[in-house]
């Protein structure tokens, strides 16, 4: 008897050893958890001063009193607020599905121009196995060069579509005038968006990846984007 009652004190010393051992690990996993959410909430760019009335009321169904006794005067106070976060600078917004391109300066749209995207056709080469999709890439991007009177130089994919043998010189491979008058050098190798010899296919999905657009307009995209220039495309 006397051996039963000291194995079930035994027994309750290591439950309870046990159980602070769990509560003890426990209050250091909320500890770290709860420091976590507050690093992440900081980077967040959120202070908790800014947690307020005016966050949580953004939602709310009812106007205010200024917007009840001066309608006039709070659509100014929001127009004057939306013109403060709108675009400043010039950027060209490019739509590769419906071949369209849009030139934005300070917050207006001073060209919506037909363009050429990508076919999105697939060319392997049956002896080195080597494969190309020629479509447009999606993303931000930057137009890194400017270039006037562009050199064409026929990469390798150019010589395997048309069924011809490389050719042995540098110089066999670059042609004048393809490019059209200008291009501007996007911020990934091989990209840019420039002129064409055959505007008669502006409109389609046709190139092998750059943006292809007609003379008039690649002459106002010249003139008025400079280096450095942010290119959408979607």
């Given at each position: 008897?006397?051996?039963?009652?000291?194995?079930?004190?035994?027994?309750?010393?290591?439950?309870?050893?046990?159980?602070?051992?769990?509560?003890?690990?426990?209050?250091?996993?909320?500890?770290?958890?709860?420091?976590?959410?507050?690093?992440?909430?900081?980077?967040?760019?959120?202070?908790?001063?800014?947690?307020?009335?005016?966050?949580?009321?953004?939602?709310?169904?009812?106007?205010?009193?200024?917007?009840?006794?001066?309608?006039?005067?709070?659509?100014?106070?929001?127009?004057?607020?939306?013109?403060?976060?709108?675009?400043?600078?010039?950027?060209?917004?490019?739509?590769?599905?419906?071949?369209?391109?849009?030139?934005?300066?300070?917050?207006?749209?001073?060209?919506?121009?037909?363009?050429?995207?990508?076919?999105?056709?697939?060319?392997?080469?049956?002896?080195?196995?080597?494969?190309?999709?020629?479509?447009?890439?999606?993303?931000?991007?930057?137009?890194?060069?400017?270039?006037?009177?562009?050199?064409?130089?026929?990469?390798?994919?150019?010589?395997?579509?048309?069924?011809?043998?490389?050719?042995?010189?540098?110089?066999?491979?670059?042609?004048?005038?393809?490019?059209?008058?200008?291009a501007l050098d996007l911020n990934?190798?091989?990209?840019?968006?420039?002129?064409?010899?055959?505007?008669?296919?502006?409109?389609?999905?046709?190139?092998?990846?750059?943006?292809?657009?007609?003379?008039?307009?690649?002459?106002?995209?010249?003139?008025?984007?400079?280096?450095?220039?942010?290119?959408?495309?979607?």
């Amino acid at each position: 008897m006397t051996e039963n009652v000291g194995a079930l004190e035994n027994f309750s010393e290591k439950s309870k050893s046990g159980f602070l051992k769990f509560l003890l690990f426990l209050t250091i996993f909320l500890s770290i958890s709860a420091l976590l959410f507050v690093l992440l909430f900081i980077r967040t760019g959120y202070s908790l001063s800014k947690i307020g009335e005016k966050v949580m009321l953004k939602g709310r169904e009812e106007p205010s009193k200024l917007e009840t006794q001066n309608p006039e005067e709070v659509i100014e106070l929001a127009d004057k607020t939306l013109s403060s976060v709108s675009a400043t600078k010039t950027f060209v917004v490019i739509d590769r599905v419906h071949n369209k391109l849009w030139l934005n300066e300070n917050g207006k749209i001073t060209l919506e121009a037909k363009i050429s995207a990508g076919a999105g056709s697939i060319l392997k080469d049956p002896k080195t196995k080597r494969e190309w999709i020629f479509d447009t890439p999606i993303g931000r991007f930057k137009v890194k060069n400017k270039r006037e009177r562009p050199l064409w130089t026929a990469p390798d994919w150019e010589f395997i579509e048309a069924n011809e043998p490389y050719p042995k010189n540098y110089s066999d491979r670059t042609e004048e005038g393809m490019l059209g008058e200008y291009a501007l050098d996007l911020n990934i190798p091989g990209y840019m968006i420039h002129g064409t010899l055959y505007e008669r296919l502006i409109g389609r999905n046709v190139t092998h990846g750059c943006i292809r657009v007609g003379r008039d307009d690649l002459r106002i995209l010249w003139k008025k984007v400079p280096i450095g220039s942010t290119v959408f495309i979607f």
